[in-house]
Structures are given as C-alpha cells and as structure tokens.
C-alpha cells in the first residue's frame, strides 16, 4: 500500500491533517441542520429551509472573497480567516434560539467555509511542485472523506434527538476543529505566508479569470457535473430512494457508508491507474460513470423494496464513489496549472463558485423533477446531463495543451 501513497512534501501532509481534522468537525454536525433547528429549537421547517439557503447564498459572496483574499494577503492568511469565521459561525449556531440568529449564523458558517475552501486551494498548490498536484488534491479527496466519516460515526456517540445541550456539544466540537487547523498553519513556513508582488496583484482581477476560455471550459463542464452529480447525490437519491424504492432510513444510512468507504477504497488506486494519462481521459470516464450509476439507481427502485433494492442502491453509491475519486486529481490540479501565480487565489476562488453554484441549481431541479410521475423520468434526464458531460470533456480535450492535460504522479515515502 505504501508505493500507492503520492510523494509530497512535509508541509503538504501538514495543510492535509489540518483539512481532514476540520472536516471531522464538518462531518459531526452536516447531517443536523435541519433537525436541530426543528426538533430542538422549534423552528418551522420551511424556515429552517430557508436558513439552509442562507448558508448557501453566503456561499456564493465567500468563494469571491476567499479567491481575492488568497491573492491580497496571501492563502494561508485567507484560510485562517475562513476557519475563524467558520468557528465563531458554529458556536454562534450551537446556541440560536431565534429566526434571525439561526439565518446569521447559518450564514457565517457559509462565509467562513467558502472563504476557506479556495484559499486551501490555493495554499495546497503552492505547497507541492507542479508535477504533485494531482496526487495531492487526490489525496485530499480522500483524507476529506475520511475525516467527514470519522465525524458521523463520533456524531452518532453524541446526539441524542431531544437533547439540546448533545446538539450544542456537537456544534462546540465542529467549532473546535476548525481553530484546531489554525495553529498547524502557523507553523508552516516558506509557503502562502506572503502576498505576491504589488504590481501583478490587481492585475486584472475576476475580469481575467472569466476572459480566460479555457478555464471558462473548464468552468462549465464543472458546474454540469455538480448538477448533475454531486447535487442529486443528496437532493434526489434519498428521496427516491426512500419513496419509489421503498427503503427504510436506516438502509438508507448503509447505502451512503457504502459511498464514504468506497471512496476511501478507490480512491490511491484510481490515482495509479490514472498516473501518465490525460486528464480529460479522466473527465469523459468519470462523467460515462455518473451515467451509469444514475442507470443503476432507476433499476435498484424496480425491484420492489427489501435487501435486493438496499444492495442496488449501494452498488450505484458505489459506482458514483469511482466517479469522484477519478475527478478529484483531474479538476483542481488543472484549474492550479492554467492560473498564473497572481491570480491563483481567483482562479479557485472562480472554481468553487462553479460548486455552490451547482450545488444552489441541483437542488431546485430535484425538487421539481421528482415529482414527475414516481421521480425516474428525473433520473433519466440525468443520466442524459452525464452524456453532455461526456461531450464536454471531448471538447475541452481539444483546448488544452498535452502538458496540462496530463495526470503527473509520484508515489513512495513522503
């Protein structure tokens, strides 16, 4: 197992401990939202609803911001202030009791997390040579996914449903591990510590990011991919699931394990098969993929319930884990080599924008498609989105130079 472990630099696994033990934190409390502002703060849930898009709509300001911050003061200084916004966001939650606070708090932990998400972006780029990068964001996908899993399975320790002071200690942790991440990044030295030199700093600004066409490609083969994606993994397969496929809850929770620890499983391997090729190969794969484990799903909800539904619907979760660990060292490394060094900051700030964004589009599309006839026409439809996917990918290989288009890999000892 050691020769599947990328090559990186010390500081690179100290930006990937901090990650993983903030996304610990994330895991704890990012199924809770909406029961604890329901069941243990006796908010209505339409509201409570709208609070969630509160946290969303922040999102969107955050990603501008992170991206700029990275470049104005440098990514380590940007992520710092995302984590301290993330944490005073999540103690401030632990503890609403009001409309009006549960919309501001939900909104911090929003501002604070998308300010921080392209800044560590950013930062882990900077951090590893070029020819690392995707192992290193590869890495990342799997480290991130380890630590959201170890946080459901401590939340389940915590939480009990009509306990608050279990909701406020869950909220308290997740706040914890967000400023746990700040002092590993004090100690880093020689990486995202300095802004880049004045006169290229405001050179050209988000107008540069979006003028650049190929990143623009690459922009909405992303956002597609979110839509159709990673979105209907939480908006659309659970309520399939649990309805037209006649699931219980508590099989539900198996079929998302089965998509965590895949993802954990697949993840290096998929690193090794991909290392030499282009990425794109990787994109049109991934997005085959997707399509074919939506294809799985509308057949897991024809079999009429039981066990056999409970393993198809794994089987697909499964599938859709191979689809994310094939793009996790394809778009953030390409987004990092076509940014000059100026703009890096914007340029993953500009990239996860395409996130929220498909994250805010999926949704609604859920909601409007499943309830045509028993919800499968909406699956078919994105198994159609997957195929567009694949003609995007097929037209972005056209842009790119063969260089950038290419899965570096090095592997052995840090």
Known sequence: MRSLVPRLPRRAWLILGGDMLSAVGSGLTMPFFIVYLTRIRGIDLFVAGLALSALAVASFAGNV???SLADRIGPRRALMAGLVAGAGGATWFAYVHSVPAAFGAAALIGLGAS?????????LATAVEESQRSGAFALRHATMNAGFGLGAVAAAGIVELESARSFEVLYLVDAATFLAFLPL??????????????????????????????????????????????????????????GTGGISADALALV??????????????AL????????????ILAAAILGLAWCLVILAARVGG?????????????????????LSPVLAPLV?????????????GAFVL???????????????????GDGTPFFALLVAGSAVAVLGGVLLRRRLPVAVDRVDLQLGAA
Do not use: C, K
């Open 65 to 67: 911001i992170g991206g």
């Open 115 to 123: 300010i921080a998400w392209p800044a560590a972006d950013a930062l």
């Open 185 to 242: 990044l004090a100690a880093l030295r020689g990486v995202g510590n300095r802004p880049p030199p004045a006169e290229d700093a405001g050179a050209g600004g988000y107008l540069a990011v979006f003028a650049d066409r190929t990143f623009l490609a690459v922009w909405l083969v992303t956002a597609l991919l979110v839509v159709v994606g990673y979105a209907q993994y939480e908006a659309a397969v659970p309520p399939y699931a649990t």
């Open 256 to 269: 998302f394990a089965a998509n965590t620890f895949s993802v954990a499983l697949f993840q290096l391997f």
């Open 272 to 283: 090794r098969l991909l290392g030499g090729r282009r990425r794109t190969t990787a994109l």
């Open 306 to 326: 039981g066990t056999a539904a409970v393993a198809g619907f794994a089987a697909a979760m499964a599938v859709i884990a191979l689809f994310e660990t094939l």
């Open 336 to 348: 990092n080599d076509l940014a000059p060094d100026h703009l890096r900051g914007r340029y993953n």
């Open 354 to 372: 395409a996130y929220t964004t498909g994250f805010a589009v999926g949704p609604a599309l859920a909601g409007v498609g499943l309830g045509i």
